[in-house]
């Protein structure tokens, strides 16, 4: 079947037969809601030929594909990246002005499907958009959440948690496929098969079906359509009606529910993760499904699985799915009766592992006792894998039994667990970190003794972001400028941003630029009054810190400097005059268990609640903290920032993608020399960047000689004053304990994150970031080289490495 014509007329009669025979209303009875619904159905008219051409090439074809197993998919918002991907922007905008239809109204109908947390999840949405951008045959593998991320309020300023059903008036961007179904099994025992020493039967004792929900993931013009496959859980019928037979209906209902409780929910911790039952289902569910579906599905029936390697990588977006090692291990041995080390040989050449974090407690571990019980066969190949693997390394390493214990897969203490990046490690073929330093440190530190036994594992892939949505979508203004400059070639080659360095130097482009910048800026006025109810000046200097909330990112840090103006100011200090008008904005959701996480959120707030109404600054700073920042509000918020807020204790941010982010929409960095800022100091030039605090290795020095926050506390005075500020409850009502005494203590006593050791670098960096700012030429030129200088930032790029060290798969460009 052909795709509707792209014409005015054309997508109208789509458009009204999905408003008539899909929603059964009449438009002039049509809801928002049924005109959204009407319209992405539309979108998908255009998408699913393609779709259906690169489905039937993905079974008949022998290209290599990429199978990225991620647990999260931060996906954003879905129509207008439809509408650009298919080249339908004004044909839409066309049609439904002669309908009588607001666009606008639709567009904030859409509920964005936020299936991840943070970086990790974001990333994934980025990588399968560039994975069909450049034509590489893929799927994304993950999990359909009924609940994403929890939508964040304010109450007093204090963080609650308001459960995210994104799917309540259904999704259009979905197709489920329940005849695809399969059964993943948990629990039960084992037994030893006669005639074999390696392959034992598992008998689990209860099972639950994945079914397929697939969505369209469009490459930018390009007529390929790629697939992003997630799971959910339903209850196995036979299992419900046994019980209810027995005459326990109550029990009946309640086994229904633990099993589609698999799915259920996201969550939203995105470090220390809890070592908690059901996230161990969810991570075997998803990548149980997604194994049978390929080797079942994907790959033709007679396919013969010693030639895998040769048809797909799976790539492990950091540890969650590494449960996939012994599942492979399981169907080879168990199910295809294929001797250990052959299975061993092949399993070894498909997974492929990246690292996402430098953070210890981030490291997933689980305990053998939850492992054993709920997947008790995979407990059994884990620990051939590690016999295995430790008698390689006894063999290496005669009588170092210290370096076995160390790089083991099993952890003998606090109790026996198995580690999973260790086991990550051991099976995948590559290894990678997420941005040059990141990599380094994974080799130097964090996994050194497997970086000293397989030197060649290891690489580096710095990560990137996709410049259709966070740049062309969310920012059209500055698109139009660089597309009327250089042609619009560089919205799938990146680094043709380049050719933007001259007009640095150009008066006329810099004043359209700032323009630019003005009106979007105006733009997030508008969508945080009307978001939000907050309110912020059109002109100030926009200075922003948004990412999920940790202490290592240093939030607090932040906050400090905020404090430290307003103490200068009201001491008399700073004259008022001299101080930039800015407004601070901030985003960030904690960790609903992470309590002082939430008391900074809460501080946060308190300080802003005090300065914005504190006639003595006279308007001149402004701090705002929208609740819930998701992509939706990114992707209007970078576009309008000055200033883009890295402030991570160096050796502890993987790499950062906000920051990439904020660069390629023109705002300077102020950063510490920590993940992915090194990269974009070295490519947009000191000059352009503000740099500041301890290197990584001066902070481990610092940190193995004892930091001692009180002697930075004692020695400043403008630290001194802007904590005892703080502490004095002049934000909080007089209110001295609580947030302010906890956060207090937590700078001033034992910090694991320095934030007082860098204080005095950050302030008299933001002083720096004064001064260039009131220089409004400068600054733009320096926000121009940015934008030209970070096209080395696309996820187009990053996939091209993956492609190139890793994967060895190729673009395949099909014809129909
Ligand atoms: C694991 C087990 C149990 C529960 C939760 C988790 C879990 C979930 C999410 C652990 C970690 C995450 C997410 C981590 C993350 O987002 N890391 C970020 O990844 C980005 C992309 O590579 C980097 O840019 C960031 O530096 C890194 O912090």
Redesign the pocket.
């Known amino acids: 079947m052909a795709a509707p014509d792209h014409t005015v007329e054309a997508f109208t009669w789509q458009f009204l037969h999905e408003i008539n025979y899909g929603q059964g209303v009449d438009l002039d009875r049509a809801s928002a809601n049924d005109k959204y619904l009407a319209l992405a159905r539309t979108v998908r008219h255009y998408l699913s030929t393609r779709w259906l051409t690169a489905l039937r090439h993905q079974y008949r074809d022998q290209a290599k594909t990429v199978a990225y197993l991620s647990?999260?998919f931060l996906l954003g918002p879905q129509l207008e990246n439809a509408l650009l991907a298919t080249d339908l922007e004004e044909i839409a905008a066309e049609s439904l002005r002669l309908l009588g239809v607001d666009i606008d109204e639709l567009r904030s109908v859409e509920i964005e499907p936020g299936l991840?947390?943070?970086?990790?999840?974001?990333?994934a949405a980025c990588f399968i958009d560039s994975l069909a951008t450049l034509n590489v045959p893929s799927i994304g593998y993950g999990i359909r959440y009924e609940y994403g991320i929890f939508r964040q309020t304010f109450v007093d300023g204090k963080q609650v948690e308001k459960p995210d059903h994104w799917l309540r008036l259904g999704s259009p961007w979905e197709i489920p496929h329940p005849e695809n179904a399969v059964e993943v099994s948990f629990g039960g025992r084992t037994e030893a098969v006669e005639g074999s020493d390696v392959a034992r039967t598992w008998i689990p004792d209860w099972h639950v079906t994945a079914v397929p929900y697939n969505y369209m993931v469009p490459g930018y013009r390009n007529g390929r359509v790629n697939t992003l496959r997630l799971w959910s859980a339903k209850a196995q019928h036979e299992f419900d009606l046994a019980i209810f037979n027995a005459g326990d209906y109550a029990e009946a209902v309640r086994a229904r529910t633990f099993a589609e409780n698999i799915s259920k929910v996201l969550?939203?911790?995105?470090?220390?993760?809890?070592?908690?039952e059901l996230?161990l289902q969810q991570?075997y569910f998803f990548v149980a499904a997604s194994l049978r579906d390929f080797l079942e599905t994907v790959l033709p029936d007679d396919y013969d699985l010693h030639r895998l390697p040769e048809r797909i990588t799976w790539q492990l977006n950091?540890?969650?799915p590494v449960i996939a090692v012994p599942e492979l291990m399981r169907i080879l041995v168990d199910e295809r009766g294929w001797g250990w080390d052959e299975a061993w040989e092949v399993t070894q050449k498909v997974f492929a592992y990246?690292c996402?974090?430098l953070l210890p407690e981030?490291l997933?571990v689980w305990s053998v006792d939850l492992l054993g019980r709920l997947l008790p066969r995979h407990l059994e190949i884990i620990y051939r894998i590690n016999e295995g693997f430790l008698e390689e390394l006894r063999a290496t390493y005669p009588g170092d039994e210290l370096r076995v214990r160390r790089m083991s897969i099993i952890a003998e203490q606090p109790e026996r667990s198995v580690r999973m990046a260790h086991l990550a490690t051991v099976a995948g073929f590559k290894v990678n970190g997420?941005?040059a330093l990141?990599s380094e440190l994974l080799r130097d530190k964090v996994l050194n003794d497997f970086a000293e036994l397989w030197p060649d594992k290891f690489t580096n892939v710095t990560?990137g972001v996709t410049p259709r949505r966070f740049v062309r979508l969310a920012n059209p203004g500055l698109s139009g400028l660089i597309t009327e400059a250089i042609g619009d070639g560089w919205i799938t080659d990146l680094e043709q941003l380049r050719g933007l360095e001259p007009l640095a130097d150009d008066a006329e482009f810099r004043r359209r630029f700032r323009e630019i910048k003005g009106a979007n800026k105006h733009r997030l006025a508008r969508v945080l009054a009307e978001r939000d109810g907050l309110e912020i000046a059109g002109d100030a200097m926009l200075d922003a810190m948004v990412k999920?909330l940790?202490e290592y990112k240093r939030q607090s840090l932040k906050l400090l400097h905020i404090v430290s103006l307003y103490e200068g100011i009201t001491s008399g200090r700073l004259p008022l005059e001299s101080v930039t008008p800015r407004t601070f904005v901030f985003g960030a959701k904690a960790a609903p268990g992470y309590v002082r996480a939430k008391e900074t959120i809460e501080l946060i707030n308190a300080v802003g609640a005090t300065i914005n109404i504190d006639p003595a600054l006279q308007g001149r700073l402004k701090v705002v903290f929208p609740a819930n920042y998701n992509v939706g509000l990114a992707e209007t918020l970078i576009p309008a920032a000055d200033l883009s807020e890295q402030i991570?204790l160096a050796g502890k941010?993987?790499?950062?993608?906000?920051n990439m982010k904020f660069a390629l929409n023109g705002a300077l960095t102020i950063g510490t020399d920590d993940?992915?800022n090194v990269e974009i100091r070295q490519l947009v030039g000191d000059e352009n960047f503000f740099l500041f605090g301890m290197t990584e290795p001066e902070a481990a020095e610092l940190q193995a000689a004892g930091y001692d926050p009180g002697e930075y506390y004692e020695s400043d005075p403008e630290l001194k004053a802007a904590l005892d500020l703080l502490a004095s409850g002049a934000f909080t009502g007089g209110e001295r304990g609580g947030a302010v005494a906890s956060i207090f203590s937590s700078l001033t006593e034992r910090d694991r994150f320095m934030a007082l050791a860098d204080f005095r670098a950050y302030i008299d960096a933001q002083e720096r970031v004064e001064e260039a700012y009131a220089d409004h030429e400068a600054w733009s030129r320096s926000a121009v080289l940015n934008v030209a200088r970070s096209g080395f930032f696309s996820s187009d790029r990053s996939i091209q490495d993956y492609l190139d060290r890793i994967w060895g798969a190729k673009p395949v460009h099909q014809a129909d």
């Open positions: 647990a999260e991840g947390n943070g970086g990790l999840g974001r990333l969550y939203p911790e995105d470090s220390t993760p809890q070592g908690k996230r991570q950091d540890t969650h990246t996402h974090t981030a997933e997420v941005a990141h990560n999920r940790h991570s941010e993987a790499s950062g993608t906000g993940g992915a």
